[in-house]
């Protein structure tokens, strides 16, 4: 079993900045790469950004040079700072990480709670 926690999050006004983690905790061989996903009301859970396991990272393109992703792979744990915040970043984030929990390759994707952030204009 796996369980992410999040944390950070809140309220900020735009243009202001916020940060959120997430460690991963349980029986893990190793992990392969973790992310942070949004979500708004009505739509689909969709990519911010992620990192593998050798600090390759991915952006959406509405985050790129505002949002940072990094990861210490010691202490399983993913963070995300966001800069430069905008109304349209409002939404719940969720954390995100394909872990091996065994010998074997297969690899199963695990979830955090989710977290609100909300970007007042």
């Known amino acids: 079993q796996v369980q992410l926690v999040e944390s950070g999050g809140g309220l900020v006004e735009a243009g202001g900045s916020l940060g959120l983690s997430c460690r991963a905790f349980g029986s893990i061989f190793s992990i392969h790469d973790m992310g942070w996903y949004r979500q708004t009301p009505g739509n689909q859970r969709d990519l911010v950004a992620i990192i593998t396991s050798d600090g390759s990272t991915n952006y959406a393109d509405s985050v790129k040079g505002r949002f940072t992703i990094s990861r210490d792979n010691a202490k399983n744990t993913v963070s995300l700072q966001m800069s430069s915040l905008k109304p349209e970043d409002t939404g719940v984030y969720y954390c995100?990480?394909?872990?091996?929990?065994?010998?074997?390759?297969?690899?199963?994707?695990?979830w955090g709670q989710g977290t609100q952030v909300t970007v007042s204009s």
């Open positions: 995100n990480a394909r872990v091996r929990i065994n010998y074997r390759p297969n690899l199963y994707s695990y």
